[in-house]
Nanobody, 118 residues
Framework: QVQLIESGGGLVQAGDSLRLSCAAS????????MGWFRQAPGKERELVAA???????NYADSVKGRFTISRDNAKNTVYLQMNSLKPEDTAVYTC????????????WGQGTQVTVSS
């Protein structure tokens, strides 16, 4: 059982940076694969970035080179550093946790809004 709470979203201009945080409650955080998803109006939810328990990362092509996912198991927190933000990055960003070795994400946060103006 994991509870996730996102923070760090906001309104920024194109080219700016934001760091999202996802704080997890639960004492087995280090045993979960973590991911950041986003959903924009009229668009399907997509996986933006994921990080395994061993620190291996994967990114959507649209954010490669700009976004970095990381985790601090001691703080039960996963981060998404977003640089060079574009208007098309505007979405609700949600973190999720998957119990290893299952591929599905079973736990979801409430989401935080990121809006990038042009």
């Amino acid at each position: 059982q994991v509870q996730l709470i996102e923070s760090g979203g906001g309104l920024v201009q194109a080219g700016d940076s934001l760091r999202l945080s996802c704080a997890a409650s639960g004492r087995l955080f280090s045993s979960y694969r973590m991911g950041w998803f986003r959903q924009a109006p009229g668009k399907e939810r997509e996986l933006v970035a994921a990080i395994t328990t061993g620190g291996i990362t994967n990114y959507a092509d649209s954010v490669k080179g700009r976004f970095t996912i990381s985790r601090d198991n001691a703080k039960n927190t996963v981060y998404l550093q977003m640089n060079s933000l574009k208007p098309e990055d505007t979405a609700v960003y949600t973190c999720a946790a998957a119990a290893v070795p299952l591929p599905r994400y079973d736990y979801w946060g409430q989401g935080t809004q990121v809006t990038v103006s042009s």
